[in-house]
């Protein structure tokens, strides 16, 4: 049996830049001041791990949450 390429199965997923401009769109319209913050280590990771933009999105908008103060500290 003659070897097969194996690069066609590679290009199947969507690049970094792709999925990276889904997912910010994905979080834009679940939280848009946190769009504009996530550190692109972030998107990295979340991009190496294999999850979608919505649940990277998802994801950066806990991390968004978890990284500002308590309410009752904004007064």
């Known amino acids: 049996m003659p070897r097969q390429s194996r690069t066609a199965s590679r290009d199947a997923e969507p690049s970094y830049s792709v999925w990276k401009a889904a997912a910010v769109k994905a979080l834009h319209r679940l939280h848009a001041p946190a769009a504009m913050v996530i550190r692109d280590g972030l998107w990295t990771r979340f991009y190496v791990r294999g999850f979608s933009p919505k649940q990277a999105a998802e ?3 806990r991390e968004y949450h ?6 009752w500290l904004k007064m």
């Open 59 to 61: 994801l950066a908008e």
């Open 66 to 71: 978890n990284t500002q103060p308590p309410s």
